[in-house]
């Protein structure tokens, strides 16, 4: 079946880097666009990233631009996300996306990112 898990959370002081992790199976990763998105206590979840199949990413707020990097890797059917000077605002359980090319659409679990001193 379908699976997405995502690793790499926890906690760092504001100014730390993390690097998520979301590792796929059960489905055709190469072939199936992927997202990033994170919802923080008491907010509506929102759409941080989107890695296309070519490998193209878009990161979805100014807000984070320059700090969150996107990249996939097919052959390892896995997807990151590279977050550097992190904020306390950064603080939210962040989820991964899959697209698949008959649009049907799977999320991970979560892994909480707390960004504290």
């Known amino acids: 079946q379908v699976q997405l898990v995502e690793s790499g959370g926890g906690l760092v002081q504001p100014g730390g880097s993390l690097r998520l992790s979301c590792a796929a199976s059960?489905?055709?990763?190469?072939?199936?666009?992927m997202n990033w998105f994170r919802q923080a206590p008491g907010k509506e979840r929102e759409l941080v990233a989107t890695?296309?199949?070519?490998?193209?990413?878009?990161i979805s707020a100014d807000s984070l631009k320059g700090r969150f990097t996107a990249s996939r890797d097919n052959a390892k059917s896995t997807m990151y996300l590279q977050m550097n000077s992190l904020k306390p605002e950064d603080t939210a359980v962040y989820y991964c996306?899959?697209?698949?090319?008959?649009?049907?659409?799977?999320w991970g679990q979560g892994t909480q990112v707390t960004v504290s001193s």
């Open positions: 059960g489905f055709t990763f190469s072939t199936s666009t």
């Open positions: 890695i296309f199949t070519t490998g193209r990413s878009t």
């Open positions: 996306k899959a697209l698949l090319y008959d649009r049907r659409t799977y």
